[in-house]
């Protein structure tokens, strides 16, 4: 087993070496159960647990290991061991999960997602799931993890006219390229290709029944991910993959597909709109006060783009909703 391909690298190997006593191993998760984790590690796969130690010290959930985590194992026997120690994380990615429960004041609640991805690959489906306030929310949680993206806009074969759309994205998508396809054709997959690459790790990330579990069969060239047997007819699938897994690609690269998300609640800070709004925020340096909140004051030059229609008005409220949304976090936290 190389670990290399697994996106084993020097900053990780440089962490370990406290552990390399000849009685531990570094391992990547895999897959995570409710109660142990799936690992690959020099000798295999394992199945690990992780030692109360680590419960202790991670004190809350966002500590404790998730898929894509490098991790300390002492092996026990051929095919089981036990998580001693996690290495450091390049990046992450969190949601917050209090948004889901109704209620007046919320605590926020962080949730680590995954960790240690390259490349997020954010899928759209083509048909009614097709909509640009969700693809805006999900580059701005890339934009939080510090990882790059691409966009995906599957099912072309439902659309009557993706150069419609195509446009309508790119609007929002500022540099994230965009690739339209549909999966079920595989040569469609191709121009994907360019994003792979041997160590890296690519996450597929979308709602559910947009057809992350189609693409990622289609690039490992076999059927490894159960999909949904027909398209929903309302579109909203129906949380067909239940476990984030990593899986590695025959010519290299390590693919990550990812349930459908219900609900995104943004865990992250008000800076992380910088780059998934960076048209706004240019227009905003015209803004005659420097702590402008681009809702009401006299000589906004964000609103004024609204009303002369250059800046869509969707999309300037769908960014004071995000900035709210980020500014309540920021405060729900402490
Ligand atoms: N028409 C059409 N159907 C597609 C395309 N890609 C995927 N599908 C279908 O869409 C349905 C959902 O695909 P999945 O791959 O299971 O979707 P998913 O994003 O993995 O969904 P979850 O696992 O629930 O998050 C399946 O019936 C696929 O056959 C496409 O490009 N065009
Ligand atoms: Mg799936
Ligand atoms: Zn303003």
Redo the contacts with the bound molecule.
């Keep these: 087993m190389i670990l290399e391909e697994w996106g084993w690298a020097t900053d990780f190997a440089e962490a370990f070496a406290p552990f390399n006593d000849g009685r531990h191993l570094p391992a990547r998760v895999i897959r995570g159960e409710k109660n142990y984790f799936r690992v690959l590690s020099p000798v295999g796969e394992l199945t690990v647990r992780f030692t109360g130690k680590i419960r202790h010290h991670a004190g809350g959930r966002p500590d404790l290991p998730v898929v894509g985590d490098w991790v300390v194992v002492a092996p026990q026997g051929q095919e089981r061991g036990t998580i001693v120690a996690q290495l450091p994380r390049r990046n992450s990615f969190s949601r917050n999960l209090s948004g889901r429960r109704k209620g007046k004041e919320q605590r926020a609640e962080e949730q680590v997602i995954a960790a240690n991805v390259d490349l997020v690959i954010i899928?759209s489906g083509l048909d009614q799931d097709f909509n640009l306030r969700r693809i805006e929310r999900y580059l701005t949680l890339v934009s939080s993890s510090g990882a790059a993206a691409v966009l995906i806009l599957?099912?072309?074969?439902?659309c009557p006219d993706p150069a419609v759309c195509v446009k309508e994205v790119k609007n929002v998508a500022g540099t994230t390229p965009v690739v339209v396809?549909?999966?079920?054709e595989p040569l469609q997959l191709l121009p994907l290709q360019q994003y792979l690459k041997p160590g890296q790790t690519v996450a597929f990330l979308?709602?559910?029944?947009?057809?992350?579990?189609?693409?990622v069969n289609g690039l490992l060239g076999e059927d490894r991910?159960?999909?949904?047997?027909?398209?929903s007819s309302d579109g909203k699938?129906?949380?067909?993959?239940t476990h984030r897994e990593l899986f590695l690609l025959p010519q290299g690269g390590v693919l990550m597909?990812?349930?459908?998300m219900r609900e995104l609640h943004l865990w992250g800070e008000s800076a992380d709109l910088e780059e998934s709004f960076a048209d706004i925020l240019t227009l905003a340096q015209k803004c005659r006060f420097r702590n402008c909140s681009h809702d009401h004051e006299p000589g906004c030059a964000v609103q004024q783009a609204a009303v002369a229609g250059t800046l869509d008005s969707d999309r300037l409220a769908s960014y004071l909703k995000l900035k709210n949304e980020l500014h309540a976090l920021g405060r729900g936290r402490k």
Excluded: E
Aim: charged share 15%.
């Design positions: 899928v599957n099912k072309a074969d439902l396809c549909s999966a079920l979308g709602s559910s029944g947009v057809g992350k579990s189609t693409i991910q159960k999909i949904a047997a027909v398209s699938g129906r949380h067909t993959t597909d990812n349930p459908g």
